[in-house]
């Protein structure tokens, strides 16, 4: 049993991935946290019958902000959380405090375009090469240690849209198994 809480700020299709993926599983999430008010993860959460709370992290207080979810989920006996479309960046005492406990999923081939709006970045570049990343959080921006990655090159047909939905789907297809093994104590070895 690992009792987990995903963080999001958005759309939430990772954290639909994640709960289709471990429906009836001792890995279902109990806990969705979004910094967002009225964004579309909390319905869906909601929809899901996951407990659901707006919890801002407000710069101006941020560290208290972050020491208060913390506790909250200290509280709410969360062993792993997943970082699944999650806009803002979590404090070192927050990330410290979580140590190899926070996964961290983005659309792009780290260390190559950190930060917001990877894909369309990595398209105004001309990049041939798509793809995404699993990592464990550390202090940095889209950095900590690589878990996993996968990668396509981009076909001639393809448009900003048709590459925004291929690196989706690898994000829905890897993060749940990514997590799964990584709550079951598996680690990369090299
Ligand atoms: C995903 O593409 C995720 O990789 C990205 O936000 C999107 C959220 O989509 N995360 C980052 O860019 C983190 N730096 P979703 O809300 O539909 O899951």
Not at 15 to 28: M, S
Not at 96 to 105: G, V
Request: a negative charge; proline letters at 7%; hydrophobic letters at 40%.
């Amino acid at each position: 049993m690992t009792r987990l809480a995903v963080l999001a700020s958005g759309t939430g299709s990772n954290f639909e991935a994640i709960c289709e993926a471990f429906e009836k599983t001792p890995y279902y999430p109990v806990l969705l946290i979004c910094d967002r008010k009225d964004a579309p993860v909390l319905h869906k959460a909601e929809r899901r019958g996951v407990e659901s709370l707006h919890f801002p992290l407000p710069a101006q207080e941020r560290e208290e902000a972050a020491g208060r979810l913390s506790r909250l989920l200290r509280e709410r006996e969360i062993e792993l959380i997943v970082l699944a479309g999650f806009m803002k960046v979590l404090p070192p005492v927050f990330v410290k405090d979580w140590k190899d406990k926070i996964l961290n999923i983005h659309p792009s081939i780290l260390p190559r375009y950190p930060g917001t709006e990877a894909i369309r970045r990595a398209w105004d570049a001309g990049e041939e090469w798509f793809g995404i990343t699993i990592h464990l959080v550390d202090e940095g921006v889209d950095t900590g240690p690589i878990l996993f990655q996968n990668m396509f090159h981009r076909l001639p047909e393809d448009t900003l849209e048709s590459l925004e939905n291929k690196v989706h789907r690898l994000e829905h297809l890897y993060y749940p198994e990514i997590i799964l093994k990584f709550a079951q104590g598996w680690r990369r070895t090299k």
